[in-house]
């Protein structure tokens, strides 16, 4: 959020926006602002604990696709009338 009103966060002397300091930490906006407000944990607490690896809603991993086959032959046999 780029506005004047954006709340500024301040730790170890460095003073931020809350999507700034999710991007340095490696974090989405969303988990930032819901170890801070949710779960009421100070700035630093917030900021150095791990984010653990997920998967993104609404991912679905792509379906392996089953190996095309050859249609040589039956074109060919369609050609001679066998098939």
């Given at each position: 959020m780029n506005r004047y009103t954006a709340k500024r966060y301040t730790n170890?002397?460095?003073t931020l926006r809350l999507s700034e300091w999710a991007?340095?930490?490696?974090?989405?906006y969303s988990t930032l602002h819901r170890r801070l407000h949710q779960y009421k944990q100070s700035m630093a607490?917030?900021?150095s604990d791990p984010v653990r690896p997920?998967?993104?809603r609404g991912f679905k991993p792509k379906r392996r696709q089953?190996?095309?086959r050859?249609?040589?032959g039956s074109n060919v046999l369609r050609s001679w009338g066998r098939a």
């Open positions: 170890a002397g460095l991007a340095r930490a490696g974090m989405s607490q917030a900021l997920g998967r993104k089953a190996p095309q050859s249609t040589v």
